[in-house]
């Protein structure tokens, strides 16, 4: 009766422990479990050359070689040479830019805006690393 006994429970203890763990892998997840998503850092030093006064709103933002936008852009400020941006992504391999880009606005229009070659990198781009991007804007065609 007791080797019943311990039968019964170990066979309820292993079913107990083998539903609690298969609920650790999601039906529509596949065969393997994904990791959560892990921040990618981005951090873009913006490099003003330039003594001119600045005409318009900019914004500093990251994008996929495509152009599209995968980073809130965040407001450029006169004096400010370093902006933080963080993406929510698993590793890859890919293209990401850096941009300085003037914002459509209902202000006077300016005589002259600010140009910027993006700043591109192709590598592989792995969670909870910083990867830096220098801008060099300046006034006039664009420049490198």
Do not use: W
């Not at 959560?36 to 709103?57: D, Q």
């Not at 600010?114 to 700043?119: G, S």
């Amino acid at each position: 009766m007791k080797k019943l006994t311990a039968s019964i429970i170990s066979l309820a203890l292993i079913f107990i422990f083998a539903s609690s763990s298969y609920s650790l892998i999601h039906v529509n997840s596949g065969i393997y479990p994904k990791a959560s998503a892990i921040t990618i850092l981005y951090t873009v030093n913006v490099n003003m050359n330039t003594e001119k006064e600045l005409c318009g709103n900019y914004l500093v933002m990251i994008t996929d070689g495509d152009g599209n936008q995968v980073v809130k852009g965040t407001p450029y400020i006169e004096g400010v040479t370093t902006y933080q941006l963080t993406e929510a992504s698993y590793g890859f391999v890919g293209v990401r830019e850096a941009h300085l880009i003037a914002v459509p606005n209902l202000d006077p229009v300016c005589d002259e805006q600010l140009n910027t070659e993006p700043a591109a990198m192709f590598t592989m781009f792995m969670p909870g690393t910083n990867y830096l991007f220098e801008l060099y804007p300046g006034f006039g065609a664009q420049h490198e």
